[in-house]
């Protein structure tokens, strides 16, 4: 059995892994998170979100962090941008890519953003055309393509459609997210399938939450499939306001391991060690488990997971 030789992970832990923290986390904490990951040798970073802070007020400091932050040459800087306004306001802090979102699950999708999954892309059409006329890169986040907190399973066919519609306004690259956690290689295998009939093999990457422990496996089997992309969050930050009981993210230090333990290259040091910030320890208030198997500590620069990420 052959696997991708190469992959390229995205962290998302500054944004979808910090949007769901209740308390407020100060733009000097998440600069330098950013900085602590570029140095581990990260090099696709999604950095915050353009949304409302009426509805996200964690990321109400999103342009105080893209301009706080010292670019590395090779790195590259993505943003969620629900809407044109968000966008307008995204492009003035110069981000390399942007990320629209839409769900394969019609309920989720009028809880999340309260609008149908055929409304949501007639709204991120305009975004997706300013972007590309800017010559900016987009990615598309496809939510729910396993299953929703309030349908239960969510078919294949509901993926092929979402992708359909993806592909159907320019979005360049999607992204099949497991966003509760309910997926399993199976599931999770036929969603990818779904996606393939409308993106290359390398415009598609994998999401996935770790609420049933099956992360790493849903992992392995888009691995064999040849997907070669993926989300990863460190500590294994994350959650989302709207999908009840969903856990965080894969974590990024144990994809690696997996991944290193494959013989496949990732460019990440999970040895790192960065100097630690100045900035008063705080504890991150994340359900994400952690134990000393995680090398988080060493990544992010000192003390524990929890510790490290907002010391």
């Known amino acids: 059995m052959s696997f991708p030789p190469r992959v390229k992970l995205v962290e998302v832990g500054p944004r979808d892994?910090?949007?769901?923290?209740?308390?407020?986390?100060?733009?000097?904490?998440?600069?330098?998170?950013?900085?602590?990951?570029?140095?581990?040798?990260?090099?696709?970073?999604?950095?915050?979100?353009?949304?409302?802070?009426?509805?996200?007020?964690?990321?109400a400091d999103n342009a105080e962090v893209m301009a706080g932050i010292q670019r590395l040459p090779g790195v590259?800087?993505?943003?969620?941008?629900?809407?044109?306004?968000?966008?307008?306001?995204?492009?003035?802090?110069?981000?390399?890519?942007?990320?629209?979102?839409?769900?394969?699950?019609?309920?989720?999708?009028?809880?999340?953003?309260n609008c149908s999954i055929a409304e949501s892309i007639e709204?991120?059409?305009?975004?997706?055309?300013?972007?590309?006329?800017?010559?900016?890169?987009?990615?598309?986040a496809m939510s729910c393509t396993v299953g929703c907190p309030y349908e239960g399973e969510v078919a294949p066919q509901r993926v092929d459609y979402l992708a359909g519609l993806m592909k159907s306004i320019g979005v360049q690259h999607?992204?099949?997210?497991d966003t509760i956690g309910v997926g399993t290689p199976l599931k999770?295998?036929?969603?990818?399938?779904?996606?393939?009939?409308?993106?290359?093999?390398?415009?598609?990457?994998?999401?996935?939450?770790?609420?049933?422990?099956?992360?790493?496996?849903?992992?392995l089997m888009c691995l064999q499939m040849g997907v070669w992309q993926f989300d990863t969050s460190v500590a294994g930050l994350g959650g989302c306001p709207y999908a009840k009981g969903a856990t965080g993210?894969?974590?990024?230090?144990?994809?690696?391991?997996?991944?290193?333990?494959?013989?496949?290259?990732?460019?990440?040091?999970?040895?790192?060690?960065?100097?630690?910030?100045?900035?008063?320890?705080r504890r991150c208030s994340t359900s994400a488990p952690v134990d000393g198997r995680r090398r988080v500590g060493s990544m992010a620069g000192r003390g524990t997971a929890g510790d490290a990420v907002l010391a």
């Open 174 to 177: 999607v992204g099949v997210a």
């Open 188 to 219: 999770v295998q036929r969603a990818v399938e779904a996606t393939l009939k409308h993106y290359d093999i390398n415009d598609v990457s994998g999401h996935f939450h770790d609420t049933y422990g099956q992360a790493l496996a849903n992992t």
């Open 76 to 113: 590259r800087y993505s943003v969620l941008t629900p809407n044109l306004k968000g966008f307008e306001a995204a492009l003035l802090t110069r981000p390399d890519e942007i990320v629209v979102f839409a769900a394969a699950s019609e309920a989720f999708s009028q809880k999340n953003i």
């Open 249 to 281: 993210n894969v974590a990024t230090e144990d994809v690696v391991y997996l991944l290193h333990g494959m013989d496949i290259d990732t460019g990440i040091d999970l040895s790192c060690s960065v100097p630690p910030t100045p900035v008063p320890a």
């Open 17 to 59: 892994g910090l949007q769901n923290e209740k308390q407020p986390v100060p733009a000097a904490i998440k600069i330098e998170l950013v900085h602590r990951l570029q140095a581990a040798g990260l090099k696709e970073i999604e950095v915050t979100s353009f949304v409302s802070p009426k509805w996200v007020p964690q990321m």
């Open 123 to 140: 709204r991120f059409a305009p975004v997706v055309a300013a972007a590309r006329a800017a010559g900016i890169y987009v990615r598309g």
